[in-house]
């Protein structure tokens, strides 16, 4: 069987960034599993992946746009922290939830702190950056319907309901 559309795919993987630090990994834990042609992860490693088989290995070099986009200075900006009401202690790297301009949620992430001025940056931590993936596909099955219609893998590995 091979990697298609409304497949349920199990995956190994080591994710480095082109400092060759690690910044993800499923060594030591369970295969990530998701399911193909459903945006569950990113465009370019989906692409990548397609047409694959069990046991084959690949190292896949991802670029920003295929993978969290490119940086965005207008998604940086500075709030009151009048803002932050009810949160007593504010901290660099904190991250909320706040309403993006297109009114749909996003997660923002306090850059500096500086008096009442908090600088939010509401771009992905890995936008901007060119991702490479060691992959190992360790099992490929058809999704079940109601998988397909929730777009994403049930069960171990995948979404509880």
């Given amino acids: 069987m091979l990697i298609a559309a409304n497949k349920a795919v199990s995956i190994d993987y080591t994710l480095t960034n082109d400092a060759g630090e690690v910044i993800d990994s499923s060594a030591g834990g369970a ?5 193909q042609g459903a ?15 069990v046991g084959e290995e690949l190292k896949v070099s991802v670029e920003p746009e295929e993978a969290y986009g490119e940086y965005s200075a ?8 009048s803002m932050f009401e009810g949160v007593d202690e504010l901290e660099v790297g904190m991250q909320f939830h706040a309403s993006a301009p297109d009114g749909q ?22 936008a901007g950056q060119r991702l490479t993936f060691q992959v190992k596909i360790v099992d490929i099955r058809d999704a079940s319907q109601e998988e397909i219609a929730h777009g994403h893998v049930h069960g171990e590995g995948g979404h509880h309901h």
């Fill in 31 to 35: 295969p990530l599993v998701y399911l």
């Fill in 74 to 81: 207008e998604l940086v900006s500075t709030l009151s922290r």
């Fill in 39 to 53: 945006g569950n992860i990113i465009p370019g490693l989906e692409k990548a992946l397609e047409g694959k088989a």
């Fill in 105 to 126: 949620m996003q997660i923002v992430t306090i850059r500096d702190l500086d008096g009442d001025d908090v600088t939010v940056d509401g771009n992905h931590p890995l």
